[in-house]
């Protein structure tokens, strides 16, 4: 009896509680919702009647029991399903760390204290990533899937608590730089696409009261109609807030200006598929994990459309686009489904990509080459060919075959893409036998705090930090690379391209795949340009590799006698220097590794060339490998005539690298 009391004060406490914050209800307070919508009638009645709180209770009865709206992720009816069901540590401490305000806006940052009166414009590192990231709100989740689990009233009473206190000092212009962060078009979208989920974990709370139903609403509506008069100008900042306004759209339908949201994030994704998706099926941004990021966009508005009973509003030509950014994915992809880790990408794992694979099945069941994906190659069949060019993105790959047994060498050569691209055309990664041999630096952090410099991000995105050409170790001033040149036969894969590198100076690289066994490498530095040239070469961090300065060879020593020996072949006035690097396969965590350069002085207009030979071999000692040039060789004028004579076997090489 005694605890049936105590419960029972407990309540009227929290009731009193919950009421003491609920601000009185209007007539305006209903301005955003359309009352003439299906279902709301006696919400309607009781406004007119000038029943306000009554006509809130009913709202609320209305979204408790709706049935007809459908989220991506979280759902009222599957809160039961949930319900007593063990939730991980990581996710508890989470949650129970946000009870304190302790939160831990991205994943590549521990936990902050924003104080006990929560302060939203704490930035603890110089980092504007972490502050937007702070404002998507996105932190929040552990709060709602611990509630779901649990039941447990503190993290729905904290949930709505911040919720009020971040909409109560974050109004906009409350200070002069929140179009940079919290009132930033692209963080708002995320808001919004947050905030939707929210809503279902908690709507059974009685924390969710009628006024904060009607607190939230109108912020939401506030929210979506900036994202929709504030879009971003291009990029997939664009795509992201257009996909945000048709949940907003989709998921709030009773709110006045839902079609138009939804209307809006249709037609913008429409048109910039068109525009942003090159003709070879790469996303113009030229980053593998954008890329990926950009087809779940595609595919997440195709998906809200069919819910919402839309999927007519985005054309064929629409899906077939998403089909062929799908196939790009493997053409720039490894055996291991990782890929290079051009413009600001992270590492990717298998698990990871075979669930996205097996979601784009769904989508393209006949699609035998994704199905082929999606099943680890036990069903469907594999892509056509080996060799491979995505020569509007500038993504080209060599390859012997598709298995984790091939050689497959990523190389870089396209056009220039200012938001992730890094300057480094000509980098490339060399994967053997289920190792990559020469993984891209990375980015390690992705962005600065304002106008502040950040010396990290500067030097992963360094020119010279990457597998190319630079004069006198300077970022190169253009990254465009023209006059691309690509044939794949069974003895010859060739890649030739120039890039205006410098002012008075091109660089020329040809990659030459000879055999499917090996590759050479030709570099050319043409023009007036003095200075000192370098081609810069990397190795993954547990290489452990040998150096012979006077062979100018390196090669690497591992026990499983899957190794690559890296070998300048013209050595007259080159010399061989080791060189500090660093790799990033994750948001600001970094690793040292072995990295080398050939190096050259250019005193004046004549051309400069570098001929260098990396060879897979199996054993701890590399094959013995002499050149012999032939008459015909010039490189002077782009001829290529040598014999290579590796471990006694002959090969001649003869090629005009300039057609």
Known sequence: MKLSVVFLLTLIGLGMNLKAQDAPLTKESFSTVNLSYPGLENVNKAVGDEQYEQAAKLLLDYYRNRSGVKHLSFNLSDNKSFAGKKINEETRGLADNILKHQFKPHKGYPAFNYGQDINWQYRPVKDQLLSTFLHRTAFWEPLGLVYRSTGDERYAKEWVFELRDWVKK?????????????????????????????????????????AFLMEFLQSYNEQSDYVMANYTDIGNHRLYEALHLMYAGANFPELQHAAAWRKSGIEVLNHEIK??????????????????????????????????????????????????????????????????????????????????????????????????????????????????????????????????????????????????????????????????????????????????????????????VHQTLTLDDQTTDINKAFDQKWEASPTLDRLTFSNPSYQNLTHQRSI???????????????????????????????????????????????????????????????????????????????????????????????????????????????????????????????????TLLINGKSKTLKKNLNQ
Do not use: C
């Not at 002069?176 to 692209?186: L, Q, S, V």
């Open 275 to 464: 525009k942003q998706v090159l003709p070879d099926g790469v996303q113009f941004e030229l980053s593998p994990s954008y890329h990926i990021g950009t087809i779940k966009i595609f595919l997440d508005a195709l998906q809200i459309a069919q819910l919402a009973g839309l999927s007519k509003e985005f054309p064929k030509n629409y899906s077939d686009l998403v089909e062929k950014m799908i196939l790009a994915v493997g053409k720039y992809s490894f055996p291991d489904y990782t890929f290079p880790l051009y413009g600001n990408s992270f590492l990717t794992n298998k698990t990871a990509m075979l669930r996205d694979y097996q979601n784009w099945a769904k989508v393209f069941p006949d699609n035998k080459v994704i199905e082929y994906y999606a099943t680890d190659g036990a069903k469907g069949q594999a892509p056509d060919g080996l060799s491979t060019a995505l020569p509007n993105a500038g993504f080209y790959a060599f390859r012997n075959g598709w298995t984790e047994k091939a050689i497959v060498m990523q190389v870089k050569a396209g056009p220039p893409a200012s938001f992730h691209s890094h300057p480094d055309n000509g980098t490339f990664d060399l994967w053997v036998k289920g190792r990559n041999f020469t993984p891209e630096p990375g980015s390690f952090i992705y962005a600065n705090l304002g106008g502040q410099k950040n010396t990290k991000r500067d030097w992963y995105r360094s020119t010279k």
């Open 512 to 642: 030459l795949f000879v055999d499917k066994t090996y590759f050479l490498i030709v570099d050319r530095a043409i023009g007036d340009a003095q200075g000192r040239l370098d081609i810069h070469y990397v190795l993954k961090e547990d290489a452990q590799p040998k150096t012979d300065p006077g062979k100018l060879q390196v090669y690497t020593s591992y026990t499983d006698n899957n190794n690559l020996l890296i070998q300048l072949l013209n050595p007259s006035k080159a010399s061989l220097k080791t060189e500090e690097s660093f790799v990033s396969y994750a948001y600001q965590k970094e690793a040292p590794r072995p990295a080398f350069a050939f190096e050259k002085e250019k005193n004046g207009p004549e051309i400069s060339s570098f001929m260098t030979i990396l060879y897979p071999f199996q054993g701890k000692i590399p094959p013995l490998v002499t050149i012999k040039e032939n008459a015909g060789n010039d490189l002077n004028k782009g001829l290529l005539d040598i």
């Open 170 to 210: 974050n109004k906009r212009g409350a200070y002069p730089d929140d179009k940079d962060y919290a009132w930033k078009a692209f963080v708002v979208s995320f808001r919004l696409n947050h905030w939707s989920g929210y809503f279902n974990l908690f709507l059974n709370s009685p924390n969710f009261t009628p």
